[in-house]
């Protein structure tokens, strides 16, 4: 009897560590390039072991056929990189709204290393991006990315196919939604820099001889640097409530 049990628990045991392993290579925090893999597969293991008493209903019986086997490893390993990947894709509106504040002030070619091991992006939005993963961590939000992962077992049973037609349209979802909140984060920034515009345009017509570039320009970095910074802190807090709203999606169950 045990030697029977033994196959269907390795096998059930495979598949959730397939569908953990490629969740924890993408979520935010863990899944940074700067993260050793070596620790983001021994905490995927770790998860594993936790996870499997409740995934273990979910699972089928083993196939009978090697292709059988091979496909549901790769169905478990596509839902994690589909859950990964929205859970990652929200954190694009950090990346709007630093490209944005850049672009207003002037700054876009200031480019820098990314902290987190990501290509080089502006100086603010790299900035905005440590500041989210920050935010995760100090708010305790990543407990919610263990509940999205066990409520994905309910959601996407290894017993059924891959909605893709649902996952794509929570894709493109959630790159409007961040690109919208992205816009709204940078508001402040785009107001201010849309009247400087709008007066240093105004001046221009009226005095043409007058260096309206030379002027404006140390204006709009300097003040709209100092609006961006005085606006921060309701910057993280708009965002960590938005992103806690979209991960509630997950482990409640909403659409």
Do not use: C
Request: hydrophobic share 60%.
């Amino acid at each position: 009897m045990f030697g029977d049990a033994l196959p269907v628990e390795i096998y059930t045991a495979g598949l959730v560590f397939a569908r953990v392993g490629a969740i924890v290579m993408l979520i935010p925090g863990l899944g940074e390039a700067a993260v050793p893999p070596r620790i983001r597969l021994a905490f995927a293991f770790v998860l594993t072991l936790v996870l499997f008493p409740l995934a273990a209903p979910t699972v089928a019986a083993i196939p009978a056929l090697a292709s059988g086997l091979a496909g549901a490893v790769i169905k478990e390993v596509l839902i994690g990189l589909m859950i990964g990947g929205l859970l990652r894709l929200f954190l694009s509106s950090l990346a709007v709204a630093g490209e944005a504040v850049s672009l207003q002030t002037t700054l876009s070619f200031a480019q820098t290393a990314n902290p987190l091991g990501g290509a080089a992006n502006t100086s603010v939005g790299a900035f905005l991006g440590l500041l989210g993963v920050t935010l995760i961590f100090a708010t305790d939000l990543h407990h919610l990315f263990i509940g999205a992962i066990a409520r994905s077992y309910a959601l996407f049973p290894p017993n059924r196919a891959v909605p893709l037609g649902d996952a794509g349209d929570l894709a493109i979802r959630t790159v409007g939604e961040a690109f919208a909140l992205g816009v709204q984060l940078a508001a402040p920034v785009i107001v201010f820099s849309l009247v400087l515009n709008v007066a240093a345009g105004l001046i221009g017509r009226v005095l043409p001889q007058f260096q309206i570039f030379f002027v404006s320009t140390p204006i709009n970095v300097l003040v709209g640097l100092s609006v961006f910074a005085l606006s921060l802190g309701l910057i993280g807090l708009v965002w960590i409530e938005r992103y806690e709203a979209y991960l509630q999606r997950f482990v409640g169950g909403g659409g």
